[in-house]
Each structure stands twice: as structure tokens, then as C-alpha cells.
């Protein structure tokens, strides 16, 4: 089934042929369009201009074959990517691994999380970039993390022989009617994977909707269950705990445009009536300045992490990369941001997983499962508002009979969810064999 299906690709309709001729020539005039902006953005912020050439398929380093190509597009499919990784190098040692991501921020954490890896920036979706890539490190397996369905990437990688897998796949809500919508393009795509793995039910109906052969969707559970905490110490943990000064510890995780102009209001009053010291880590680099102005014009005495000294302070402005998950041990209470704004929400099993009591806000629909298994078996909490979220967190820094049996609740979730890992491993290994 497996080779019919490739061979009947390669004689694809002309259709077909057309409409992927059509996609790479609208991509080039998209990316004519841009270019300007792309250019002040990356003399401003230093944000493109960068990574440009490795996204163009130019390298540095000599051409080297590798077994596998793991794409994570930013932090948190790396995170989820580096368990699978773990299983199959502890199965087949000698395997040899590129890991791309398209973030800067997903670059940081891939070279954390991968320092035996070829660590580099998934190639612009353009055939020219895509064949460098491929010509450069020659891989033999392709697995892509969540649903990055790139046409060129797919169709070119199928064409030099590379096996196929899409893995902790899903469909939003939103993206769901755009896929059908675009079915026909679509469908082509789906069809040269060799392995589609679902997250849950509802998404491996989707991805049968949209054009994937049944024979090749399965629901595999998701990997992000697998998360294993990074037990190495924290660099700044002496300072941050005289910071502490013993008191007990907010975390405000992966805050988003909108959170923090609401929570900021409040910090004062909570920090006084608590005795409480909070950390709060942005979401987004280009945020760190805008909430460090914010925090100021509210007199709220704070520490920047990249700039720290040792005044007394109420706040930590987490303003680096990485780092993040450590500090979650230190909490007695976390929001996970996000989730007050419908930005779709950010992954909670980092603090649950060292035993943290989590909220987050109404808005997951990018962590739909997990926020829904999480609520189900009590192992967080749902904040509506700014408000909530510290009515959440004196109640954790009220009751230590409250927190502890959170911290247990949040932390068996995890363990209760875990195997996708394995199973993805499995999968991977087979097409590698």
C-alpha cells in the first residue's frame, strides 16, 4: 500500500502539478511583498535578518547525512520532540539527528535541548530552499512536530525518497474549516506522509476530512504528556531565593499582549496583602520592554533578570530565554498566560509536572486536550479574569492543605497521561528500520 501510494503520487494529475507550480510562484511574490518589512524589522529588532541565509538553505557547516529531521517549529514542539528523541536514542544510539525550528526563541531551546543534534532553522518553503536543505543533510526520516504542513517540504522530501511522519497532530477548532475549505491542495499533502499521528479522536477525524488515507491516521495520545523537567540547577537560583526573602512565590508564565496590562494593576495590592513575590516571564522578547515600562509606571518595585542588582523587590521580570520551567519549582502558585486572550493558550504541564498548581485562562484552543484532561481530573484550575487568577493564587498561599492536594492533583494528571512519547518512537524507528 505503502509503495502504490508513493508511485501513484508521482504521477500525480496535472492538475495537481499546476497547483503546486501556482503555490511556489505565489510564495515568491508573498515573499517580494514582505520584503521590505522584513528588512526595517531586522535592522530594527534584529529578528530576520539574522537566520535569513539558513532559512534561504545556505549553511556554514559541511553537508552531512543524517538519519532523522526533526522539525519543531518553536519552544514548545521542541519540548515535546526531545522525549520522543530520548526513546530513540536509548533504542538505536548511532542515530543522527537535524533539528529545525523556525523561532528564535525554538533555536535557543533546540540547542538546550539537542547539544548532540545538528541544531538549524527550517528552510523557507521555497523548491530552492528546500532542495538545499535536503542536498545538505540528507535526511532519511522526516518528522514534523504538531500540524506543519509545508507543501514543498512534503512533496520534495517524498521525491528524494525521505520517509514520512506527522506526529502529535492536530486540527484547532479555527484551522479546521480552512483545511476543509482548502481540501483539494490540501489532500495531495496528506497523501505522501507514511504516518500521521492524531492526538485524539476528534483529530484524527479531522485529518480524515481533509484528504489523510484512514489506513495511515492514528490517534497516538499527546506527546507533551512526556514532558520530563529539567533537573539541572537554576544559574540564578541563590540570588533569586535572597530575593524571595521567604516569602511565598506567583509565577505569571508566558504572558501575552492584554494579561499583562490587566494583572499589573493588581500586583501591588496582592504583593502587600500576600506577602507574596511574583515572577513574570513574557511570552514574547519584543513584550520584555513594554512590560518593564509598565511595571515601573505602576511603582511596582521590580527586578529585571538580565539587569539584575540586589535592591529588595516584589517582582522578577523573567527577561530570558529558557528558563522559565526552573523557575516554575520555585512557586507556590502559577497562571499560564495565554489564556485570558484568545491567542490560544500556552502548554501548563510545565508547572504542573514539579508539582505547581496551575490556572489558566478560557481561551486553549492550541492545548484543547490537555486543558480539558487537566480540568477533568481537578489538576488545574480555570480563571476567567486578572481577578481570578489571584483569587486562585491566595488560595493556594491561604490553605497548605488547598496547595498540596493541587500540587498532587496537578502532578498525577502528568503521570497518568504519559506514553505518546514511546508510541511516536515506535512509529519512527519502524520507518528508519
Known amino acids: 500500500m505503502r509503495a502504490a501510494r508513493g508511485g501513484g503520487l508521482g504521477r500525480a494529475p496535472t492538475i495537481i502539478r499546476a497547483v503546486f507550480v501556482l503555490y511556489d510562484v505565489l510564495l515568491y511574490l508573498a515573499a517580494i511583498a514582505v520584503l521590505p518589512y522584513v528588512i526595517v524589522a531586522g535592522m530594527l529588532r534584529g529578528k530576520y535578518l539574522v537566520n535569513f541565509p539558513e532559512r534561504m538553505g545556505f549553511y556554514k557547516t559541511a553537508p552531512a547525512a543524517h538519519d532523522l529531521w526533526i522539525h519543531a517549529v518553536s519552544v514548545g ?4 520532540a526531545r522525549p520522543v528523541a530520548d526513546v530513540i536514542l536509548r533504542e538505536r544510539p548511532a542515530t543522527t539527528i ?14 538546550r535541548l539537542f547539544p548532540t543534534a545538528t541544531v538549524t532553522y527550517f528552510p523557507f518553503d521555497f523548491s530552492a530552499s528546500v532542495k538545499r536543505f535536503l542536498r545538505h543533510h540528507r535526511p532519511r526520516v522526516f518528522a514534523t512536530m504538531e500540524t506543519e504542513i509545508w507543501p514543498n517540504a512534503t512533496r520534495l522530501s517524498r521525491t528524494a525518497g525521505v520517509r514520512l511522519l506527522l506526529a502529535n497532530g492536530r486540527i484547532s477548532d479555527r484551522s479546521f474549516p480552512r483545511y476543509r475549505y482548502l481540501r483539494t491542495f490540501v489532500a495531495p499533502v496528506l497523501r505522501r506522509y507514511d504516518r500521521i499521528l492524531a492526538r485524539e479522536a476528534t ?5 480524515i476530512a481533509i484528504g489523510a488515507p484512514a489506513e495511515i491516521v492514528e490517534t497516538s495520545g499527546n ?3 512526556d514532558y520530563v523537567p529539567d533537573e539541572r540547577p537554576l544559574e540564578i537560583a541563590p540570588r533569586l531565593l535572597s530575593l524571595v526573602a521567604g516569602r511565598k512565590v506567583l509565577v505569571l508564565g508566558s504572558t501575552m499582549q492584554g494579561e499583562d496590562e490587566s494583572m499589573i494593576g493588581e500586583l501591588e495590592r496582592f504583593i502587600a496583602g500576600k506577602n507574596a513575590f511574583v515572577v513574570i516571564a513574557p511570552r514574547k522578547p519584543e513584550r520584555f520592554e513594554i512590560v518593564a515600562a509598565m511595571l515601573a509606571a505602576a511603582k511596582v518595585r521590580f527586578v529585571r533578570r538580565s539587569d539584575w542588582n540586589d535592591r529588595p523587590a516584589g517582582v522578577l521580570l523573567l527577561d530570558t530565554f529558557g528558563e522559565l520551567a526552573k523557575v516554575y519549582r520555585f512557586a507556590t502558585a502559577a497562571f499560564v498566560g495565554g489564556s485570558l486572550v484568545p491567542t490560544g493558550g500556552h502548554n501548563p504541564i510545565e508547572p504542573a509536572a514539579v508539582g505547581v498548581p496551575v490556572c489558566f485562562g478560557p481561551h486553549m484552543s492550541n492545548f484543547r486536550e490537555i486543558a480539558s484532561v487537566f480540568l477533568r481530573d481537578g489538576g488545574a484550575v480555570e ?7 489571584f483569587d486562585f493564587a491566595s488560595r493556594m498561599f491561604d490553605s497548605e492543605a488547598a496547595q498540596r492536594d493541587m500540587s498532587e492533583r496537578a502532578r498525577k494528571t502528568v503521570e497518568q497521561n504519559r506514553g505518546a512519547a514511546a508510541r511516536t518512537a515506535a512509529r519512527i524507528l519502524e520507518l528508519l528500520s
Open 383 to 389: 480563571a476567567k479574569s486578572a481577578a481570578e487568577v
Open 223 to 225: 506527546v507533551k504528556f
Open 77 to 80: 514542539e521542541a519540548l515535546a
Open 98 to 111: 537535524v533539528v529545525t525550528t523556525t523561532t528564535i526563541t525554538g533555536q535557543v531551546q533546540a540547542r
Open 203 to 207: 483529530d484524527r477525524e479531522r485529518f
